[in-house]
């Protein structure tokens, strides 16, 4: 009998932790969708393979405030949306040369 108790306070419990959890999601979405968020494209020259394209995207993902980003070669170009408040265009472009590449602004959105 104590068992059949057990189970649905137990059950209770887990779907009070799930919504908690839910509630928190909402907190983050909010952040991303801010007025700060902007999207620049670059214009990389340097790079020869595609293994130089993984090496800047990597170092990009590293970077707070870079929210989703692309690198592609061949064509190199990187496309970076990125929460202004957190980092800029300048910092995206010093990433990019220290990784031994350079960077110029082709289009920037606001």
């Known amino acids: 009998m104590k068992k059949l108790l057990v189970l649905p306070v137990l059950a209770l419990f887990l779907i009070s932790f799930q919504a908690n959890a839910q509630s928190n999601?909402?907190?983050v979405q909010k952040e991303v969708?801010?007025?700060d968020v902007k999207?620049?494209?670059l214009k990389l020259t340097g790079i020869t393979c595609a293994g130089c394209s993984n090496a800047?995207?990597?170092a990009l993902k590293e970077?707070?405030?870079v929210l989703?980003?692309?690198v592609?070669?061949?064509g190199d170009?990187?496309?970076i949306e990125f929460d202004d408040s957190k980092t800029s265009i300048k910092a995206l472009k010093l990433i990019i040369e220290e990784k031994g590449f350079k960077a110029e602004v082709v289009k920037n959105k606001v």
């Open 33 to 35: 969708t801010s007025k």
């Open 63 to 65: 970077v707070d405030g």
């Open 77 to 79: 170009i990187a496309v």
């Open 39 to 41: 999207t620049v494209t």
């Open 56 to 58: 800047i995207y990597n």
């Open 68 to 70: 989703e980003h692309s």
């Open 25 to 27: 999601n909402k907190e």
């Open 72 to 74: 592609e070669y061949p």
